[in-house]
């Protein structure tokens, strides 16, 4: 018979499966057993030992505690869930989450912190349309994006300035229902007092400093670093001169752009239109 084990240099998620399954082995303990102690089903920690299953952050959290491994699987867990990212885009992730202030351009789709599950999901379900990505590195991704999401939540929250290529507003991501639902929760962002947004719109036309989008980040030492992507890979910028060149085109973005009030009044306007349409 054979067993049915993961090869650990497949992918971080059959790395973590094979280190549970030893420290499980190690401790003569059924995968029921197992279970039972970290508050999970045996078909959970069967699946998870043989990659066939995503690995949340409690799992990974329960199994460091049940086995006590000082932080072992949820280190596994960390790399595992950032597997699925853009080249780049860790780098940024880590520097996102100890800024004191952030500035972002955003073409095309809502940016993602502002994006709420269902319309991060119906993104990453084309992506998996495409054959682009697995669905389970979409499950990664958009679990991975509400982690990050906390930061707008935090006892000290940075500041954010948001402008939306008029785009964001128009692309229905999702069909009417979940657009619906973004732009509610937009409009329940926009009025917070650490966040502002506003709409690029397209009257702008050439005008517009960008042509891709942008994201600048002030950290606790005061220093900015920038982030852009291509297709197939973000850049975290630290370069003096192009930090200084983006933060003036950033400056002529914001005043060109419409104001917060109108920002607003053109979300709520497009909600409207899209709850005003008659179902099909």
């Known amino acids: 018979m054979q067993h049915d084990e993961s090869d650990p240099t497949a992918s971080p998620l059959a790395r973590f499966g094979r280190e549970l399954r030893r420290s499980r082995r190690a401790m003569r303990w059924s995968q029921t057993e197992l279970g039972r102690r970290m508050g999970f089903s045996n078909a959970m920690v069967s699946y998870v030992e043989r990659a066939k299953k995503p690995v949340t952050h409690n799992f990974a959290v329960r199994a460091d505690e049940v086995f006590e491994t000082g932080g072992t699987f949820f280190e596994l867990w960390r790399r595992y869930s950032r597997s699925s990212l853009l080249e780049g885009f860790a780098e940024f992730a880590e520097a996102e989450a100890r800024c004191r202030r952030l ?5 095309g789709v809502i ?16 992506s998996v349309r495409r054959g682009s990505i697995s669905q389970e590195q979409a499950d990664e991704r958009v679990a991975f994006l509400v982690q990050r999401q906390k930061l707008l939540s935090q006892k000290a929250p940075p500041t954010v300035h948001a402008v939306l290529d008029q785009s964001c507003l128009l692309r229905p991501i999702g069909g009417a229902e979940v657009m619906c639902a973004q732009l509610g929760h937009l409009e329940s962002l926009a009025v917070r007092p650490n966040v502002t947004v506003q ?13 891709l989008p942008l994201v600048l980040l002030t950290l606790p030492d005061r220093s ?8 197939l890979r ?4 630290r ?16 005043v060109e ?7 607003l009044a053109m979300i ?3 909600r409207k239109d899209l709850e005003c349409r008659p179902s099909t």
């Open 224 to 231: 900015v670093v920038g982030y852009a992507e291509s297709q």
């Open 257 to 263: 752009s419409l104001s917060t009030a109108a920002s």
């Open 268 to 270: 709520r306007a497009v």
């Open 199 to 211: 709409v690029a719109p397209f009257e702008l036309a050439e005008q517009r400093p960008f042509m």
């Open 239 to 254: 370069g003096r001169p192009t930090i200084t060149a983006w933060e003036e085109d950033y400056d002529q973005l914001q």
């Open 234 to 237: 973000g850049h975290l910028e």
């Open 111 to 126: 940016p993602g912190l502002f994006q709420t599950p269902v319309y991060a999901a119906a993104l990453e379900a084309a």
């Open 103 to 107: 500035r972002t351009f955003e073409l």
